[in-house]
């Protein structure tokens, strides 16, 4: 497994469902620079696939998923 890279930001989105991963999500990606990672952490089943779509929809890289604990974890490159 290869590792993974450093995150620039982060944000904990426990506890938040649709629509506001992706929205809160949206907002942090806004601040940081081209090529920068967001690492995300949410409790949402439905982010795996809400995230790939948003990934796909606005050019941002989805580098990684996983489930950890019983949360998932992104890991998203800004375009």
């Known amino acids: 497994m290869s590792s993974r890279p450093e995150h ?13 991963p992706i929205l809160r999500t949206k ?3 806004a601040t940081m620079q081209s090529g920068e990672v967001l690492h995300v952490i949410c409790t949402d089943p439905a982010t795996p696939a809400d ?3 948003f990934c796909r929809q606005t050019g941002h890289e989805l580098i990684e998923t996983w489930p950890q604990d019983g949360k998932f974890l992104f890991l998203i490159r800004k375009r």
């Open 27 to 29: 907002k942090a990606l």
């Open 8 to 20: 620039q930001q982060a944000a904990d989105l426990s506890g938040l469902n649709c629509p506001l």
């Open 51 to 53: 995230f790939t779509a």
